[in-house]
């Protein structure tokens, strides 16, 4: 099973800075990988799939980079909608993994 | 419009069955791969069950492999999870999608005595 390691758990920043969030698998996905939103009492929503391309309606401060093990979610200039859990998850490998979660609050 | 409706969670005691169900609406069912996702309360996201779009192949997390099984009716527009054997572990929101961008919005499912 392919682990996806999230870093921080935690990421406390303002509204207009920019957000960095890390993901790193324990083996290569490929580009196989997506990001995920989640806010309190909802479904995730699907932001980034294959590592860098933006899902439909999805702002362009949201950007995702990376392949192979490691990948990058980057939230350019936060609004206050952008604070929730962010997770990552893998498709190259049944079973499909996701992330632990990191928790992005208001600092 | 896209639409996943799930239904059938509730609570079940320890060695109980449940059948959750996700009816689909919006797009052509019988295309789309589809699968089982579950978030325990509090927790983070859990793959399930995955099945291809003409029911002939299915995919099993090892914490549910040979308790739940994972259906499909077309004809119905309607993608099904029989869970048996259930366990206080599997207490969860289930999440039916349509990979990856549509999610219904979630079945509580209670495994308690």
């Known amino acids: 099973e392919i682990v996806l390691t999230q870093s921080p758990a935690t990421l406390s920043l303002s509204p207009g800075e920019r957000a960095t969030l890390s993901c790193r698998a324990s083996?290569?996905?490929?580009?196989?990988l997506a990001w995920y939103q989640q806010k309190p009492g909802q479904a995730p929503r699907l932001l980034i799939y294959?590592?860098?391309n933006r899902a439909a309606g999805i702002p362009a401060r949201f950007s995702g980079s990376g392949s192979g093990t490691d990948f990058t979610l980057t939230i350019s200039s936060l609004e206050p909608e952008d604070f929730a859990v962010y997770y990552c998850?893998?498709?190259?490998?049944?079973?499909?993994?996701f992330g632990q979660g990191t928790k992005l609050e208001i600092k | 419009e896209v639409q996943l409706v799930e239904s059938g969670g509730g609570l079940v005691q320890p060695g109980g069955s449940l059948r959750l169900s996700c009816s689909a609406s919006?797009?052509?069912?019988?295309?789309?791969?589809m699968h089982w996702v579950r978030q325990a309360p509090g927790k983070g996201l859990e793959y399930v069950s995955v099945?291809?779009?003409?029911?002939?192949?299915?995919y099993y997390a090892d914490s549910v492999k040979g308790r739940f099984t994972i259906s499909r009716d077309n004809s119905k527009n309607t993608l099904y999870l029989q869970m048996s054997s259930l366990r206080p572990e599997d207490t969860a929101v289930y999440y039916c999608?349509?990979?990856?961008?549509?999610w219904g919005q979630g079945t509580l499912v209670t495994v308690s005595s």
């Open positions: 083996q290569s996905v490929s580009s196989y």
């Open positions: 998850q893998q498709r190259s490998n049944w079973p499909y993994t």
């Open positions: 099945i291809s779009s003409s029911g002939g192949n299915t």
């Open positions: 919006g797009f052509t069912f019988t295309t789309y791969v």
């Open positions: 999608l349509r990979p990856y961008d549509y």
């Open positions: 294959d590592a860098s």
